[in-house]
């Protein structure tokens, strides 16, 4: 139980574009999700905090203009990564719990690498 | 706020052999602490965690980690590991008062055979 899906696993596309990536939780509903971004070698930084139904929470220093995250309903949340660049390549991963309570693990889905040329 | 280390970036061990993976924290506030495994390019799986109660916890995979409140650590454990076993190792932690995960740098194992 407890499946997350992340969609696409990987995108390559041209400086300027837009890229959407999808995060489902596909067997339990959940009120929060998270996303993540992650560089080679290195730990997840958590960009922001996405709770159904209302405005997310962005950390310090992430652009929300630029990384738009739209939670719709309990099994889906989508990062928006607007007019992207070269700089904003990397591996981003979202998690979704399955509660509210802070002692519920978080679930994380595979990943999607992206690439901007 | 909570933080977490993990003193060993790069861990090799022989196959077959037990390993130790180490993880300290701080915090303020009791919090809930939590070991992920990370394959190639791939999300992060949860091996194990600790909530409450008994202080040694088993996960999956034949992995266990301790739970020591006076050292404020939870290192990870298993007493042989596999070639399979290579992978990023990430400890994590939530304050029993918030949402958030506060994960360490990682620590990669890498099983020779």
């Known amino acids: 139980g407890a499946v997350v899906s992340q969609h696409p696993s990987w995108v390559i596309c041209k400086s300027g574009t837009s890229v959407k990536i999808e995060c489902r939780s596909l067997?339990?509903?959940?009120?929060?999700m998270f996303w993540y971004r992650q560089f080679p070698k290195q730990s997840l930084m958590l960009m922001a905090t996405?709770?159904?139904?209302?405005?997310?929470?962005?950390e310090q220093g992430v652009e929300k203009d630029k990384f738009l995250i739209n939670h719709a309903s309990l099994t889906l949340s989508t990062l928006t990564v607007t007019s992207a660049h070269p700089e904003d390549s990397s591996f981003y991963i979202c998690?979704?719990?399955?509660?509210?309570?802070?002692?519920?693990?978080?679930?994380f889905g595979d990943g999607t690498r992206l690439s901007i040329l | 706020a909570q933080s977490v280390t993990q003193l060993d970036s790069q861990v090799p061990v022989f196959e077959e052999a037990p390993v130790e993976l180490r993880c300290n924290y701080s915090?303020?506030?009791?919090?809930?602490l939590f070991w992920y495994v990370q394959y190639p390019n791939q999300g992060l799986q949860l091996l194990l965690k600790?909530?409450?109660?008994?202080?040694l916890v088993k996960g999956i995979n034949g992995f266990e980690a301790e739970f020591n409140k006076s050292q404020t650590s939870f290192h990870l454990r298993k007493p042989s590991v596999h070639i399979s076993d290579t992978a990023e190792y990430f400890c994590?932690?939530?304050?029993?008062?918030?949402?958030?995960?506060?994960f360490g740098t990682g620590t990669s194992l890498t099983v020779i055979p």
């Open positions: 998690s979704a719990k399955t509660g509210t309570a802070s002692n519920q693990p978080q679930h």
């Open positions: 067997d339990f509903q959940a009120t929060t």
């Open positions: 996405s709770n159904e139904g209302s405005k997310a929470t962005y």
């Open positions: 915090s303020s506030v009791s919090v809930y």
């Open positions: 600790y909530l409450s109660g008994s202080t």
């Open positions: 994590a932690v939530s304050a029993n008062t918030g949402n958030q995960f506060y």
